[in-house]
């Protein structure tokens, strides 16, 4: 599976902006998809997930209230509202060979989308 994520750019503070993660190769219909953000000098960490069929998200505190994640047929969307500069990062996603988000990281990674907030 290769995943491409997609949509990154420059926001203003509380803006939106929306991220996108499509598969090629084969789909990712029944796999967990996540989200992760690197800033420089920091590492790789979670932003959030969503189950193969969308029933369950996950997300992780700094993000939560303000991100959504979604996905329909073979694509899943980073909803971002009033995105901060702290969440100035690359953004990753990342597919796992489960159903549902597990404690291993995704088998399947997209090349990374920059995502740049100016306050």
């Known amino acids: 599976v290769q995943l491409q994520a997609s949509g990154g750019g420059l926001v203003q503070a509380g803006g939106s902006l929306r991220l996108s993660c499509v598969a090629s190769?084969?789909?990712?219909?029944?796999?967990?998809v996540g989200w992760f953000r690197q800033a420089p000098g920091k590492e790789r960490e979670f932003v959030g997930s969503?189950?193969?069929?969308?029933?369950i998200t996950t997300y992780a505190d700094s993000v939560k209230g303000r991100f959504t994640i979604s996905r329909d047929k073979n694509t899943v969307y980073l909803q971002m509202n009033s995105p901060k500069p702290e969440d100035t990062a690359v953004y990753y996603c990342g597919s796992w060979m489960s159903s549902y988000r597990s404690t291993n990281s995704p088998r399947y990674w997209g090349q990374g989308t920059q995502v740049t907030v100016s306050s």
């Open positions: 969503i189950s193969w069929n969308g029933g």
């Open positions: 190769g084969r789909t990712f219909s029944n796999n967990a």
